[in-house]
């Protein structure tokens, strides 16, 4: 089992910053390839950001390429969502999911997911 615990969401002004962190317990951190999605109101799970186990390689969505960074620390077993220039449709709760042994934009094929963290950029 592999529990997670997102943190850091809120309320921010369009073109504005905030850092997501999930911190994981459990099994070896290392092993798994971890994602970000996000759900905004009345929409499906939409893919987001993914890293592999090492953090030697990551993948994102085109609506967030250029603005996100996903980044993780095996020693603190956290892995982080940096989003800048954050946009109104930005706005969802934010899940972060982990998979062994390989990330997919799938979410259905994540095991293990945290319960969400709530961003709101405001226009």
């Known amino acids: 089992q592999v529990q997670l615990v997102e943190s850091g969401g809120g309320l921010v002004q369009a073109g504005g910053s905030l850092r997501l962190s999930c911190a994981a317990s459990?099994?070896?951190?290392?092993?798994?390839?971890m994602g970000w999605f996000r759900q905004a109101p009345g929409k499906e799970r939409e893919f987001v950001a993914a890293?592999?186990?090492?953090?030697?390689?990551?993948y994102y969505a085109d609506s967030v390429k250029g603005r996100f960074t996903i980044s993780r620390d095996n020693a603190k077993n956290t892995v982080y969502l940096q989003m800048n220039s954050l946009k109104p449709e930005d706005t969802a709760v934010y899940y972060c999911?982990?998979?062994?042994?390989?990330?997919?934009?799938?979410?259905?094929?994540?095991?293990?997911w945290g319960q969400g963290t709530q961003v709101t950029v405001s226009s």
């Open positions: 999911a982990a998979r062994s042994p390989a990330w997919v934009v799938t979410s259905y094929e994540y095991a293990y």
């Open positions: 459990g099994r070896t951190f290392s092993n798994y390839a």
């Open positions: 890293i592999s186990g090492s953090g030697g390689r990551t």
